[in-house]
Structures are given as C-alpha cells and as structure tokens.
C-alpha cells in the first residue's frame, strides 16, 4: 500500500504491481515523469509541486533536487520540463516563471538563465498547463495564467530572449505536426502556425463551432485524424482523406 509520506515518486514492478521503491516528500504536480538519456544514462525527471526531482530510475536514487516553485500555497507545476541534451527549462505560471538548468556529468544543476526576481510582465515565459514545444533552437508556448493576460510566445530557448508575442490568444495547447504548429486555444479557434523565430506566421485559422468552452486538452493526431476536446464533447478531423 502506498502511504502519502515519501511518496512523491513510485516505481512499480510491471509484471506483479509490486512496490519497487518509493521516494520524496513533495506534494503532487500536474506534470508526468519524463525518463531522458543525459550522458550517456537513463534518468528519471519529474517537475514536482516543490521543484525538479531526478532519479536514478532502477534503484530509485535521487540525483539531485532544484527547487522552483511559488511561494504561495495554492499553486501547481503542471508543464512538463523540455528536455535538450544536458539542458532542462522548468516553467510555472504561479511565482518564479521559468528558469532553464544544464546538468553536469556529477549530475549538479548549473542555472543558465532565470526569470526569478522579474517583475511578472518581464519574465521569458511563464507556462499555465501547455507543455512548450521545442523547435531548432527555440520554444514557442502559452504564457500567462489567466485567459486576459495569456499570449502565444516564441523564444531562444538558450538563452530566454523574447522573439515574439501574440496577444490576446487566450489560453492554448499545442502539437508540433509536419514542420507546423497546431494551436488550439479554450475557446475552440485551431490556428495552424508556420514555426518561424523571426515573426508570429499564421497559416489558417479554423472556428470549430462543434466546440464550447474551456478547450483545456491538447490536440492528439492519430492515423491522419486529429482529436479535439472541448466542455463534454470529443471533435475528430479528417486531415489526411481515407482511402476509398
């Protein structure tokens, strides 16, 4: 039986559902734990409510622990990390914004750049629930926490500089699919976007009226039909036509 002390992470045997190990006194996040190779190794990431955890995934030995949270209780990490070689981006939208890491081989995180400190309008990028998508050397993401304040952003991935933004997208997810970006924002608008650091570049833009708010889920592609979920009701498209 899992108890709820020490068990911010658990490893079960697949073929008897046997406890493996149980590590961590972190309260939960949102976020799914990542398994990565990072010099040479498998490591377990996972973005828990007080911080970054990385395991050894066999045995269960913590790594290392980074803190980043907000200071106020009710608060979440809910984005995943985006992992890039030694390099991990954590981002929240509740208190620090984003911070990005590069691990070294003696596995010490060494902070590359940081919104901590920022004024909540400075910061690089402060993800609500949409994991940001990593495309040749940049990120393009949902900022901000709340539907007024959320925008569509692009930015350098190594070193958090702004590219550009989008206003007033309300809040979004997105799927990276055939060298585009499928945004879908909460109020059921699917905007296809040409992945482009220099400027925002729209391709189209569809109302799917089948939709009501809130769109929170993300877009999901399987053999060629694209799955959309709104308030109570799943929406399938047809993107490559059916042989007859």
């Known amino acids: 039986q899992v108890q709820s002390n020490g068990t911010a992470l658990v490893a079960f045997e697949k073929a008897t559902g046997k406890v493996r190990w149980a590590i961590g006194q972190e309260l939960a996040s949102y976020t799914s734990p990542l398994v990565v190779t990072m010099h040479g190794q498998k490591v377990l990431l996972y973005f828990a409510r ?5 395991v050894e995934p066999r045995q269960g ?6 803190p980043w949270r ?6 979440v990490n809910a984005a995943n990390p985006v992992v890039v070689g030694s390099r991990v981006l954590l981002s929240e939208c509740y208190g620090p914004g984003s911070v990005l890491l590069d691990i070294d081989q003696q596995w010490q995180p060494r902070v590359i750049w940081s919104d901590a400190g920022k004024d909540r ?3 690089s990028l402060a993800a609500h629930w949409c ?9 393009y ?7 007024p304040e959320a925008d569509l952003r692009c930015l350098d991935y190594n070193t958090g500089e702004v590219q550009w933004v989008q206003k007033r997208t309300g809040r979004c997810t997105l799927l990276f699919v055939d060298r585009h970006l499928l945004c ?7 905007i296809v976007l ?10 189209a833009r569809y109302e799917i009226t089948d939709l009501e708010y809130p769109c929170w889920a993300p877009p999901v592609l399987s053999d060629g039909i694209l799955y959309l979920r709104g308030r109570g009701r799943l929406v399938a498209l047809e993107l490559i036509p059916s042989r007859k």
């Open 50 to 54: 007080g911080g970054l955890l990385a």
């Open 61 to 66: 030995k913590v790594l290392f622990h980074f």
């Open 70 to 75: 907000a200071r106020i209780e009710e608060s």
């Open 121 to 123: 309008w400075d910061r």
């Open 131 to 139: 994991t940001p998508i990593y495309v040749d050397g940049y990120l």
């Open 141 to 147: 993401a949902c900022s901000g926490r709340e539907t």
């Open 184 to 190: 879908l924002n909460e109020f059921g608008t699917l």
């Open 194 to 203: 040409k992945p482009n650091p220099q400027k925002y570049e729209e391709a």
